[in-house]
Nanobody, 124 residues
Framework: HVQLVESGGGSVQAGGSLRLSCAFS????????MGWFRQAPGKEREGVAR????????DYADSVKGRFTISRDDARQTVSLQMNSLRVEDTAMYYC??????????????????WGRGTQVTVS
């Protein structure tokens, strides 16, 4: 049974930082594509960042490049999203997602079969 559990959300002032973590279980860690997505009220869910757990390759949405960093902890089987210089428009529910193989469109929702329940980030 695949399980993804996000943590680290909260409320922060604009310009501040938060670190989200995604702990996962129920599948082999290596060879997965792990992503962070977000959904703001009234908007569609969008890709934010992804990392390939084997190669470590990363991709970012243009809106977060230079501010967000995705990373992995092999020993703890977690994937984190460090968010700096947060903006009001970063306010959203943030979701962790996983797919057990490389994907052609790393920031596209349809590429991922496994999802966490989300953690709220509010920037004011």
């Amino acid at each position: 049974h695949v399980q993804l559990v996000e943590s680290g959300g909260g409320s922060v002032q604009a310009g501040g930082s938060l670190r989200l973590s995604c702990a996962f279980s129920g599948f082999t860690y290596s060879g997965h594509c792990m992503g962070w997505f977000r959904q703001a009220p009234g908007k569609e869910r969008e890709g934010v960042a992804r990392i390939a757990t084997g190669s470590g390759n990363t991709d970012y949405a243009d809106s977060v490049k230079g501010r967000f960093t995705i990373s992995r902890d092999d020993a703890r089987q977690t994937v984190s999203l460090q968010m700096n210089s947060l903006r009001v428009e970063d306010t959203a529910m943030y979701y962790c997602a996983a797919e057990p193989s490389p994907v052609p469109q790393p920031l596209a929702l349809h590429e991922y079969r496994h999802w966490g329940r989300g953690t709220q980030v509010t920037v004011s």
